[in-house]
Structures are given as structure tokens and as C-alpha cells.
């Protein structure tokens, strides 16, 4: 049974109150262009898509940004990077903060669906204005991607929604390069079944409407480590976990074979402190093997401010409120070190 709350705007009216400023679409397109090129191999840096595990406070988000820009602006010749304005936070039991789309004030434990669209839209707005950094976001709901297709530089599927259907038809349908996770159980065949499935046409019911999409040539995968039947974290980044997965995505003979590298969740076992020796041991794997550095395009990274995490109902300026990140001089250490190793 279904009460109803509220009517929402659309995303023409959501717009309308939160427009994408002019001067920054052509900037977006340069920022995609790079993306794509670095996933094609057109250009030899490694992508970065590095930021809080949820975007809770703009504040806080924008300040963050605006030193990741810096450092960015450092080893731009080695490393792109983007940030993670991650506004959905999936509940594996369904309790908790759920991000600004559903609490755009986590202090308060009110839903207000749309209050927490116009302030997650205005929050990307200003990261890309303030930093000049483009931004990744999380594709949740697909129902509701289109709020935000306009600002985001990146989109991702995550390990829950990799296996879902209107996910992966949505996707197919997006502009900017998505990248698919692993799901859950770690299977390389339903990864590599979910970006075959983003990269080709499709036709389907999106909201009132039959659509048909042309497919996403930049779909490609993200190795985020694997939850095994008794809850226990195995990671899949070393080198024989990364090689076959190209070997398989080469027979598939899909489109855009590219792989990014999760340093944090079943990776690390969520100890967000070991994401520096991720990265590293990836990056000297790929300066061991030619074929193993053309496959890796680039690392997601779970940073903030502070290190570690608090409960939504804390206030540290800074601080994680779902999972554990990296504090800001680590993360800088991180891209630093990691400019220096990279071919």
C-alpha cells in the first residue's frame, strides 16, 4: 500500500530553479573528451574519480574540491581527475542516512525528496564552478538521473545495481561515460553482461514514455573487490585478477576495454587507510606489465577532509557520515606518490 506525500517538480522545473550555467557547457564537454580519451587510450594518464564516500554538506564538498583542484592542477601531465559528488547512498538493509537526495540536511530525520534535489543539483553546480573540477555521481535511481545528466562528467553503476535491468537500459542511454562495478558476488560474467548491455541499442518504457537509446560505447568496468556467502571481503585488484578480466573482455570483443580499479569497499575490507598501498601495488604492476597498464585507466578513491567517519548525528567539519575515507594530506600523498609512478 502506497500514501501518498507530496507531487514532485520535474526535472524541466528543477532546472528551471537550478540552470546549468552557460559558460560551463563547453568546459563540460572538453572535461568529457578527456575522460573519454584517457578511456580509449588516446591519452596516457590515469584517471581519478576521488572524493567523500557521500556528499553530505556543500560546504564542506566545495572546500574539499577546491583543494583537490589544487593538487589536480600539480599532476595534470600524469593524472585527470574528477570528483565524487556521491549524492545516493545505497542501505544494504535499508536504515540509515541515504544521502542529500533523500536528507539535504542529515541533522534532521525528515524526508524531503524534493528539497534534497534542488540542493544536490545546486551543490554539483557550485563544485564545478568554484574547483573547475567535473564531477561523478552514483546512478541510484535511474528514474530520477535525469535531474543531473546536464552537470555530471562521470556516471556509475554500483555493485547492487549492476545485475538491474532499467539500470542498465537507462545507462545505455547516457552521454558520458559510465563505469559498471562488479556485482556483489564478484561474477566477471554478469560485469561484463552488464556493459554489453549499456553499450548497445535499446528500447524500453522510461517513466510515461517508450524511449529507445544508441547504446553507450564508454561503458566499461570498475573492480571493486567481492562479498563471498559469509559476508567476508575478498579483493580482485592484483594482477591476475585485472588480467583476467581483459582477457575475457577482449573475447567478448566489447567495446572500450578499460578497467578502473576501486582502492576502497571489498578492496580494502573497507579500511579506507590501505587505499594509498592499493593504488601503489596496482601502479607497479602496470609499470611490470605493458598490457596490464593499457587495460588500467584509473582508480576511485574514497576521500575527505578528516579521516575516518562519525555518526550522522555528529558535526565534525569534514568528516565522513556513512563509510570511512581518507583524510586530505593522505589523499594528497596518495596522488602525489601515485603522479611519480605513472609511466
Known sequence: MFEFVKDIMTADEIRSIEPFPQELKEKKALAEKQVVDILSGKDKRKLFIIGPCSADNEDAVCDYACRLARTAEKIKDKIYVLVRVYTN???????????????????????????????????????????????????????????????????????????????????????VPVGVKNPMNGSLSVLLNSIYAVQIQNEFKYKERQVRTYGNPHAHAILRGVVDVYGNNISNYHYEDVMKLRDMYLREKLKTPAVIIDANHSNSGKQPFEQPRIVNEVLGNARASAEFNEFIKGFMVESYILDGNQKPTETTYGRSITDACLGWEKTERLLLHAAEKIL
Do not use: C, W
Not at 542529515?106 to 564545478?128: C, E, F, W, Y
Not at 561523478?136 to 547492487?160: Q, S
Open 89 to 175: 547512498k545505497p542501505r544494504t538493509r535499508g536504515e540509515g542516512y541515504k544521502g542529500m537526495f533523500h536528507s539535504p540536511n542529515p541533522l534532521d530525520n525528515s524526508t524531503d525528496i524534493q528539497a534534497g534535489i534542488l540542493a544536490l543539483r545546486k551543490m554539483h553546480i557550485r563544485v564545478i564552478r568554484e574547483s573547475g573540477l567535473f564531477s561523478a555521481d552514483e546512478m541510484l535511481y535511474p528514474d530520477n538521473y535525469d535531474y543531473i545528466d546536464d552537470v555530471l562528467g562521470y556516471a556509475a553503476l554500483g555493485a547492487r545495481s549492476a545485475e538491474d535491468q532499467m539500470h542498465r537500459l537507462v545507462a545505455s542511454g547516457i552521454d
